[in-house]
């Protein structure tokens, strides 16, 4: 009777996982659980000019985990993999903005065209890069550049060494200014799973998602 016990809970425990549905996927064995970054794809480390910021800790399971980054100046950044039940269900988390943007054109390179807008004393300019979406935001009240800089900037890093290759589709909101709530953010999705980058600089944001493999 107690091996019948034992066979019955196990087959109520697979049901379980298998009837999540949607939602996010847990897994409650040990042997599934990761403690380094060696274990995930996020990169060790990633540098930008003068900042370079160093993977601090590590939890988790394989299908959600986090990595959080520390660097020099107070900058930090945190990747973040989440699991889906579906694929659909894992697109709607990724906040990718098409080309139907009504707004003022401005030229980054001679094959990239942004759109313009500004809105509560801010200016965003928005473009695309196959499948991913990219927003640049500038506060109007930043002196130290303008918001076509700041873009082009951005475009730059992006177009010099690429994102990572097996996304879906992604999103990539970045700000000119450091912010400490971690407020600029690169997202994908791959199948099932949902990467999101987020930290305090632009530059180290992109290139921590950069490193990722």
């Known amino acids: 009777m107690q091996r019948k016990t034992k066979m019955v809970t196990a087959v109520t425990a697979v049901l379980t996982v298998l009837t999540l549905g949607s939602g996010t996927v847990v897994q409650m064995h040990a042997a599934n659980d990761v403690s380094a970054v060696g274990q995930t794809v996020a990169p060790k480390s990633a540098s930008t000019d003068g900042t370079k910021l160093t993977a601090a800790s590590t939890n988790g399971t394989k299908q959600n985990y986090t990595v959080k980054y520390d660097g020099n100046q107070n900058q930090s950044a945190t990747l973040q993999k989440k699991t889906y039940g579906t694929n659909a269900t894992a697109e709607k988390q990724v906040d990718y903005v098409g080309s139907n943007t009504d707004g003022a054109t401005v030229k980054l390179n001679k094959n990239t065209t942004a759109v313009v807008q500004g809105t509560m004393g801010h200016t965003y300019v928005h473009w695309n890069k196959g499948d991913w979406s990219v927003t640049a935001v500038t506060s109007n009240a930043d002196a130290a550049g303008t918001p076509k800089q700041f873009a ?62």
């Not at 600029?184 to 490193?211: E, L, M, R």
């Open 152 to 213: 082009k900037q951005v475009n730059q890093q992006l177009t010099k060494s690429g994102l990572p290759q097996h996304a879906d589709t992604g999103a990539i909101t970045v700000y000119s200014q450091t912010d400490d709530d971690e407020a600029n953010s690169v997202t994908w999705q791959q199948g099932k799973q949902v990467y999101k980058v987020s930290g305090t600089t632009a530059d180290t944001t992109v290139k921590v998602a950069q490193n990722t493999n």
